[in-house]
Each structure stands twice: as structure tokens, then as C-alpha cells.
């Protein structure tokens, strides 16, 4: 049987019976559309989406915004999990709530990451994780 998140049990036959004959599991680029369009509904600032297939095997892709607030932090990564919950993804595991700083939300094949305005300036996660620059010809 395949590997389904949020579908582990004891009965190998309850694993069955949590998503219907029929049922398709969401795709990749579903996820990622529900993540944005929750963030967007959350009114999170700054919103970037990283690509980040080709640099690491842990996502596909990477976003990173901002809160206005720690409680505005919390919020948001509050809402992306009912979000995504309410849409067939499954429970995703959250870090950082308690400072509401910096919440990262593993969603599986898409990784959030949320801050206060401050802490990002400070770590730069999208100069990070950016896209290489094509590289120079040597020609001038």
C-alpha cells in the first residue's frame, strides 16, 4: 500500500478506508495553490514562493511571508492548518507557535515559513534558497 500521510492505524484495512475508492489524493500543485490562496485569506504580507525542487529533497517548493504581529504570526499559521486540514491534506506538523516569531508549517511537499518583519530581515531566507544566478560568459 502506498505511504499516505494522516493514514496510519494498527488495521492495515482502516489504512484502506480512509480515502474511498475514487477519491484521488490532492496533487502537488493543488497544495501549493491552497497554501497561497490561505495566506492570501489570512492577509499575510510579502508572500514569496521558492522553487526549491532542484536545490533540496526535503520540498518542492518553499514560501515565506510575514506577519504584521507575533499574535498576526500565530494567526496565520492557525489558519493555513485548518485550511489545509479542511481541504484533504491532512495534519501538518507546526514549529515555533509559542514565540509566534517564526512559525514553519511542513505541509509535506511545500514548506511555510512565517515571521515578524524583523526576523526575517534577519535570517533572509529568500537570498538563501534563491534561484542561482545565471552564471557570467566572460564576455564584456
Sequence with gaps: ???????FSAN????????????ATPSPRSLLDTILASLDDAKAEDVVDIDVAA????????????????????????????????????????????A?????IDAGSVI?????????EFYHLEKIWAPDPAP???RR
Excluded: Y
Excluded at 492495515?12 to 477519491?23: E, K, Y
Excluded at 511555510?112 to 526575517?120: A, M, Q
Design 55 to 98: 536545490k533540496t529533497p526535503i520540498a518542492d517548493h518553499m514560501v515565506v511571508c510575514t506577519g504584521r504581529s507575533s499574535r498576526h504570526v500565530g494567526a496565520i499559521a492557525d489558519h493555513l492548518a485548518k485550511d489545509l486540514k479542511n481541504a484533504g491534506f491532512g495534519t501538518t506538523a507546526i514549529e515555533g507557535q509559542p
Design 136 to 138: 557570467a560568459t566572460g
Design 1 to 7: 500500500m502506498p505511504f499516505t500521510e494522516g493514514a
Design 12 to 23: 492495515s484495512f482502516a489504512d484502506v478506508a480512509a480515502f474511498p475508492a475514487g477519491d
Design 112 to 120: 511555510v515559513h512565517v515571521f515578524r518583519p524583523e526576523v526575517r
Design 100 to 104: 509566534c516569531d517564526w512559525v514553519l
